[in-house]
């Protein structure tokens, strides 16, 4: 995070030096526009995060997606990221809150692969350009992928 306020000072240092130049002008008012944008959305995903960390002890989390809920925890971990439409910049963060609250790697590893490979929520979009067909394999192989990397993950972590 130390990176975006370095870049911000870069670019206001330069605004001021050279009398803000047209690139610089643009450059910031693109990076203000982009920060526009995502702040709605990133605001949302971690007020309900927080909602539901504040409702779910992390007894419950760990019950329901705990290292200790096995198979039923990683399937339907995949389940909720499979339908879930988060940008990765959230997804990441809300994936740390959950480890701190009981969740289990392998099952926030099957999250975060779904939510990030298969697109329940885009598939209209996604048949329109691709196909009913490509659509519907590409979504499967990823989401039986994603059981191939949480399990993986699993093991790799459990082994340190």
Do not use: C, H
């Not at 997606?65 to 940008?87: M, R, Y």
């Not at 910049?89 to 999250?111: C, D, H, N, R």
Request: overall charge positive; glycine content about 8%; cysteine-free.
């Amino acid at each position: 995070m130390e990176f975006i306020p370095l870049y911000f000072n870069i670019s206001f240092i330069d605004f001021i030096l050279f009398k803000g130049q047209t690139k610089t002008k643009k450059a910031i008012f693109k990076a203000w526009k982009s920060f526009e944008n995502i702040l709605p959305e990133f605001l949302g995903v971690l007020m309900l995060v927080g909602i539901l960390l504040a409702v779910l002890n992390p007894q419950i989390i760990s019950k329901i997606i705990g290292k200790e809920s096995g198979i039923l925890g990683v399937i339907l971990a995949a389940i909720v990221g499979s339908i879930t439409l988060i940008p990765g910049f959230v997804a990441f963060p809300t994936a740390a809150m959950l480890l701190k609250s009981g969740a289990g790697y392998t099952q926030i590893a099957a999250f975060v692969s779904t939510l990030m490979m298969v697109g329940v929520v885009t598939i209209p979009v996604e048949i329109k350009y691709f196909g009913k067909k490509i659509t519907i394999l590409r979504n499967l192989l990823a989401f039986i992928f994603s059981f191939i990397v949480a399990f993986i993950i699993g093991k790799v972590v459990s082994g340190i």
